[in-house]
């Protein structure tokens, strides 16, 4: 038998040819080997009663009875609607912005306005993100800025984390104001690559800036907002932890408490890890099904898929 017909000696022929492209990709294989794959074996601490002091292995089966206590628990629908609702808002407000932005400056011709404007709203996105919400406490509180404005308005003053009805909205608004910015270099890539030819021919057609950007903007950029949408789908039900967690209190958990900082409370602050761990492999699930079924959807309505 021939030495290339075995199974594998094709891509380790490739990988001879191609061995410093393949290096350079091995920080990347090792990142995601020891952070995201190699931790998975814990996840069966969810079917366990988990003792530290017992291990993995040593500590006795549970089955699903985690699963079941939280899905009869008390704050199981309370944390699936918030979160849903927070990542629904965000989906809607949140997702579009970047690319209403993007088209927009798209259309700037002076190139100065434009690379000011792409600064400034670059810069938020690398700002700490205990600074931010250090920043959203300070506006928020009665004496704060935001409510400076509404006394100026005539409205009354309110510490607005304290009151429910206003986290989701201060959430979601300063999600957007931080990522709009780092949001659209995706999209204004995705436009620098449409061929200008097409604008060319839309002009001489008779069609304005509106229907060139109907027409030929948007159809250029949507297999990039089909991919980003698949991806925003498979983290619909992760809100971010450490934003909620460093911008909630007790008063508001009936509208900010989401899945993921209930899981921080009991895995964390309870030491109770397989309980945790039962609820943010739920979570984990529901996400991939999420990615899954938005990827199959997407290839059969217009065949831009992950996969």
């Not at 000696?9 to 191609?18: C, E, F, H, S």
């Not at 920043?135 to 509180?141: C, G, H, L, N, S």
């Not at 057609?205 to 109907?214: E, F, L, P, T």
Request: proline share 4%; aromatic share 14%; glycine share 8%.
């Amino acid at each position: 038998m021939k030495l290339n017909s075995f199974p594998g000696w094709g891509m380790l022929n490739d990988i001879r040819k191609n061995k410093l492209l393949y290096l350079m990709l091995a920080p990347v294989i090792l990142f995601f080997s020891l952070f995201h794959y190699i931790p998975m074996y814990g996840a069966i601490i969810a079917f366990k009663d988990f003792s530290p002091r017992l291990g993995i292995i040593g500590s006795p089966w549970a089955g699903f009875e985690h699963f079941n206590v939280f899905f009869e628990g008390i704050y199981f629908w309370r944390t699936l609607k918030n979160t849903v609702l927070i990542s629904l808002y965000d989906l809607v407000f949140g997702f579009p912005a970047p690319i209403i932005l993007a088209l927009l400056l798209n259309e700037v011709k002076k190139t100065i306005f434009k690379r000011s404007i792409q600064t400034i709203t670059y810069m938020p996105h690398f700002v700490s993100l205990v600074v931010v919400c250090g920043m959203i406490k300070e506006f928020t509180v009665s004496g704060g800025l935001i409510n400076d404005f509404i006394a100026f308005l005539g409205g009354e003053r309110l510490s607005l984390l304290l009151e429910s009805q206003f986290f989701r909205t201060i959430y979601v608004s300063s999600g957007v104001w931080q990522h709009i910015g780092w949001g659209t270099i995706i999209y204004l890539a995705a436009l620098a690559g449409i061929d200008t030819e097409q604008y060319e021919a839309a002009k001489i057609d008779g069609a304005g800036r509106w229907k060139q950007m109907r027409h030929v903007t948007l159809p250029g950029i949507m297999p990039t907002i089909v991919i980003l949408l698949i991806l925003e789908m498979g983290r619909m039900l992760s809100v971010g932890t450490e934003k909620i967690i460093l911008l909630y209190n007790p008063t508001i958990y009936d509208t900010a408490d989401v899945i993921s900082s209930y899981v921080y409370r009991v895995g964390l602050q309870e030491f109770n890890y397989s309980f945790s761990s039962a609820v943010g492999l739920f979570n984990s699930a529901i996400n991939f099904t999420l990615v899954v079924g938005s990827n199959w959807l997407s290839r059969k309505l217009n065949d831009t898929s992950l996969w």
